[in-house]
């Protein structure tokens, strides 16, 4: 992967998978109701290429299913956390309050395998634009029209 992810060119958004929760502490079917927390910020292990502007697809691990996407805001700045000491201010663009309902990650055309073990990936404009279709149908009603 290069520097910033699949896609990028100077002056363009990059577009990224992030991975919100895990097979042990998944987010909550109705996880709006007890966090907002994926909707103001991410938090990673290392510091992360993502830049103000980039677009981030959020995908509920453990339920297979992405449900937003945000675009970071600012640049990473470290913090005091043990698990998670970068982290990056997001603000919503879109987003599925119930899990059940939101698409699953092979929708984009990534497989759930891709996320093992990764904070977040690179993704191609292609992944990003299949991702905010599939998001954006469920109000049109699941799944998006071929």
């Known amino acids: 992967m290069p520097a910033r992810a699949a896609g990028a060119r100077a002056g363009l958004s990059a577009y990224w998978l992030r991975t919100v929760g895990n097979a042990e502490s998944r987010l909550a079917d109705h996880w709006v ?49 043990p698990r998670w000491p970068w982290t990056i201010a997001v603000e919503p663009l879109l987003i599925v309050p119930v899990l059940d309902a939101a698409p699953p990650i092979e929708a984009m055309g990534v497989a759930a395998r891709s996320m093992s073990q990764q904070s977040h990936i690179g993704i191609t404009p292609d992944h990003y634009a299949r991702a905010v279709d599939a998001i954006a149908s469920i109000a049109r009603g699941y799944p998006p029209a071929p």
């Open 33 to 81: 109701e007890e966090t907002t927390r994926p909707l103001r910020s991410a938090g990673f292990p290392r510091r992360p290429r993502i830049a103000p502007g980039d677009r981030l697809v959020l995908y509920a691990a453990g339920w297979r299913r992405i449900f937003g996407v945000v675009e970071a805001i600012g640049e990473p700045e470290h913090r005091d956390h």
